[in-house]
């Protein structure tokens, strides 16, 4: 006998998904001693997990099976003193009608009330980020802050501002992690509110590493992964973590590691068909060869990366990917590659970049015009130095200075190099700095004072300071 699903779920593809699943379902049920009465809510929760309560949005019923098996197995363990149920799932029509209504009700109610959530959710975003800091923590007292929709805002904001204001993206991620932890579980389901925390946790994490702040990261990223395991167990998240913990490991100079990560991150993408991420992890290979030196392989993931994205609407991505392909082809001394994808970059830039794309641009312009003996390329790289200066890093404006001081080297003008030579030492005053690092500045000082200084040694102070940067501590205003 076919059976039907009541009228008021056909609608529904996460409702129809359990109907063609439903002896699989109930021999899942079954096995745990799921009794009826429980059974709606912990399928429920399962939809939830794999966020498969949206119409538009059919679900995976393999995710949804897994997710359900961790729900189930979660509910096992925390209700072992309870009898097991004793026999046989009711197979009736009736039975299993009963609990597609029962989790329809469910979900019905839930959409309801997030799409009241979101709507709200940008006016109390708003609000709660122009009350001071000190004051946030009574504000969320106040049951209204407390939505998932404001977390999910809170965490678009942090990744939005995480290369521009790595700090900002932090508070941004610290104060969705509180309200976070205030959600109940109840409510959105504890397997849902697992991975929404573990994304709270990669957010966090993710803009400690930027700050350089690695051994907070690294304690963040472990977070993320006990969480992840408690969750629904949902690829994608996993393939993220895996992805944003790689540049942790490229940070941390373990490159053999990041790479494992990263091929593990690929594999999901690739199952998952989301090019967007495959080309976020072709970036990281590029950068990661960059690292090692290997810049022909960094080249060819670049490009790689780019014809992923010959079919895609343009946005930031395509900025990133052809800025890093320049960068890697001078490198390697191929300028006019690097030329060619010039014109390209100022356009992307203008339409999708932010304040410190446009001072990068500027940079990578002004190396590409000296490369090609134009002058004018001084000009650009004096822009970019005071660019990173009023943006307080040092560090990216010291590694423009030494870009120029190997300029002036390489024409001879060595009155140039000991102005340019004692400017970077003032960058550093207000700002932690390995000690290996600022000797190597000072060594450099010392050699332009003394005219001994070559382009060769501009390029290993340059070296020296970008390792310095992954490694040290956040530059902290004095």
């Known amino acids: 006998m076919t059976i039907e699903p009541p009228s008021e779920v056909r609608a529904s593809p996460a409702l129809e998904l359990l109907l063609r699943k439903r002896g ?22 399962a939809l939830l997990a794999v966020g498969s309560d949206a ?13 359900l098996e961790v729900v189930c197995t979660r ?12 026999g046989a799932w009711e197979e009736d029509d009736d039975g299993f009608g009963a609990l597609l209504r029962s989790v329809a009700r469910r979900l019905d109610a839930r959409r309801n009330r997030l799409r009241d959530e979101e709507q709200a959710a940008p006016r109390l975003t708003d609000e709660l980020l122009a009350l001071a800091p000190q004051r946030r923590g009574q504000a969320l007292a106040e049951h209204r802050f407390r939505t998932w929709a404001v977390v999910d805002h809170l965490l678009a904001a942090a990744r939005s501002l995480c290369f521009e ?22 409510e959105y389901g504890a397997s849902a509110l697992c991975d929404l925390r573990a994304r709270v946790a990669l957010a966090s994490a993710n803009a400690r590493r930027i700050l350089c702040e690695l051994d907070a990261a690294e304690e963040d990223f472990g977070l993320a992964e006990r969480l992840l395991e408690e969750g629904s167990l949902d690829p994608r998240l996993r393939a993220e973590h895996l992805r944003l913990k790689a540049a942790l490991l490229r940070a941390q100079r373990r490159g053999a590691e990041a790479g ?5 991150a690929m594999a999901i993408y690739r199952w998952s068909g989301e090019t967007d991420q495959q080309v976020r992890v072709l970036i990281s290979r590029a950068l990661l060869a960059e690292q090692q030196g290997d810049f022909e392989t960094a080249v060819a993931a670049s490009e790689q990366a780019h014809g992923l994205l010959a079919e895609a609407p343009e946005d930031r991505l395509h900025l990133v990917v052809l800025h890093n392909l320049a960068s890697h082809h001078l490198r390697l001394d191929h300028v006019d590659q690097a030329a060619e994808l010039l014109a390209d970059i100022r356009r ?38 005071d660019g990173f200066v009023a943006e307080e890093l040092p560090v990216d404006a010291a590694l423009v200075c030494l870009d120029l001081a190997a300029h002036y080297l390489t024409a001879g003008r060595t009155a140039e190099t000991r102005q340019i030579a004692d400017e970077i030492v003032p960058l550093f005053r207000s700002y932690r700095i390995e000690r290996e ?12 004072r003394m005219e001994t200084a070559t382009a060769s040694l501009a390029r290993e102070v340059a070296s020296s300071l970008r390792a310095a940067r992954e490694r040290s501590a956040a530059p902290v205003p004095s």
């Open 24 to 45: 699989e379902l109930q021999a899942l049920l079954q096995r745990h001693g799921v009794p009826d009465d429980e059974a709606p809510w912990l399928v429920t929760e």
């Open 55 to 67: 119409p538009e949005s059919p679900p995976h019923a393999g995710r949804l099976l897994r997710a």
């Open 75 to 86: 509910w096992a363990v925390e209700r072992a003193a309870r009898r097991a149920r004793q």
């Open 165 to 186: 204001d790595a700090h900002r993206s932090l508070d941004m991620a610290l104060l969705a992690g509180e309200i976070a932890a205030r959600l109940d579980a109840d």
């Open 260 to 264: 494992r990560l990263l091929d593990q």
């Open 348 to 385: 992307l830039d203008a339409a999708q970049g932010g304040r410190l794309d446009g001072i990068r641009v500027d940079w990578l312009e002004g190396l590409v015009r000296l490369a090609r003996s134009d002058d004018g390329g001084e000009d650009l790289l004096r822009a970019a130095r």
């Open 437 to 448: 690092a600022m000797a190597a500045v000072l060594i450099f000082q010392q050699a332009a």
